[in-house]
């Protein structure tokens, strides 16, 4: 059963969340779309690890890959948060490229937070849609 968070006014380390974008949430904390993903289905959990627990449920169907990041190892929004990346067969050629396209889509969002470059963001439009098939996935499971 999906649980709702007490308040509508999600906060991503200093950034303010639009609730279209998110997808899951506990009294505690909330899971939202990727603004820019690195493989389909990337998804983030703000802090809360229990949640983190029962969204490994969710997955357990799939490969996935957890990341989390401090400022040491280039994260760029400065909250604790979790990714969750699915992963499958031939998604990138060699295994492990992942971590450089990690990489690439850091720095860009590095570039656009620290000189406000040309925006390659999703739109609220297609993130708003990926987080309604997940509730929809969520509340029949
Ligand atoms: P990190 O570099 O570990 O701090 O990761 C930050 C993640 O947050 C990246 O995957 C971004 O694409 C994502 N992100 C940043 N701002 C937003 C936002 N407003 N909505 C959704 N995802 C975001």
């Avoid at 969750?84 to 992942?98: A, Q, V």
């Avoid at 739109?123 to 509730?135: G, H, I, L, P, W």
């Amino acid at each position: 059963m999906v649980k709702q968070m007490s308040t509508e006014s999600y906060k991503f380390g200093p950034y303010p969340i639009d609730p279209k974008e998110v997808f899951y949430s506990t009294p505690l904390s909330y899971a939202l779309v990727n603004l820019r993903p690195v493989v389909p289905g990337h998804i983030l959990f703000d802090h809360g690890f229990i949640l983190f627990f029962e969204l490994c449920l969710v997955h357990m169907n799939l490969g996935y890959r957890v990341k989390v990041d401090g400022p040491q190892a280039g994260q760029t929004v400065p909250h604790v948060h979790v990714h969750i990346l699915p992963r499958k067969d031939g998604d990138f050629e060699k295994n492990d490229d992942i971590y450089d396209a990690i990489d690439v889509k850091e720095k860009e969002l590095k570039a656009k937070l620290d000189l406000d470059k040309e925006r390659k963001d999703r739109s609220m439009e297609e993130m708003a849609q990926e987080a309604a098939e997940y509730r929809s996935l969520l509340s029949k499971s």
